[in-house]
């Protein structure tokens, strides 16, 4: 099962810097591939972040939190899909573009299978925008879309990733959870 979210809150506040950048050279930003894709920032070279494993653990920390006020189980820090998370970032980032869809993937589920991970099911919160790791951890603890990832009630393993876009503000954020076979 490959879920996907709602991004609306989170994307508000690029929207704005969208529209703006549209408003300039069109050659500069690239229109996304889908209706739910969102031009956070022109492509072009991305700064690539590795995930360490203190921002995996405050990452879970803050999804168990969630987790726990839904009376779930907690997860567990894994940084392989932390690793694969940071890949996705860095792709978006490069091509300036959020979304779930990868430049050869459609979604989490390939790409944590492609590494080894052998899901029973995973589901991914995406986010673009000038947000630090707090911020964006808040966020989607206060969006229903993302919470509705967040307390899969069978998500075991949880990974989140960064990049930074070409224009140096816009960080591009993924975070995965999985439930193993």
């Known amino acids: 099962m490959e879920k ?18 549209a408003c300039g050279d069109s050659t500069q930003v690239a229109q996304p591939r889908d209706p739910g894709d969102v031009q956070a ?7 690539c972040v590795a995930t360490t494993a203190a921002q995996n653990a405050a990452g879970a920390r803050a999804t168990n939190a969630a987790r ?15 690793d694969v998370a940071a890949q996705h970032a860095c792709d978006m980032a490069k091509r300036g573009v959020m979304t779930h869809r990868g430049s050869k993937t459609s979604g989490p589920g390939p790409r944590v299978k492609a590494r080894g991970y052998a899901p029973r099911l995973t589901a991914e919160n995406i986010a673009a925008g000038p947000f630090d790791l707090p ?7 206060a969006s229903q879309g993302h919470l509705d990832n967040i307390n899969i009630p069978q998500v075991r393993d949880y990974g989140i990733g960064q ?13 995965i959870y999985a439930a193993p076979k």
Do not use: F, Q
Not at 41 to 47: F, L, R, Y
């Open 135 to 141: 911020r964006v951890l808040s966020e989607w603890n």
């Open 41 to 47: 920032s022109a492509p072009g070279k991305a700064t």
């Open 163 to 175: 990049a930074i876009g070409s224009d140096g503000r816009t960080r591009y954020w993924s975070a």
């Open 4 to 21: 996907m979210v709602h991004w609306k809150r989170l994307a508000a506040p690029m929207l704005a810097c969208v529209a703006l950048a």
């Open 68 to 82: 726990t006020r839904s009376g779930l189980a907690p997860v567990r820090s894994n940084m392989l899909l932390a």
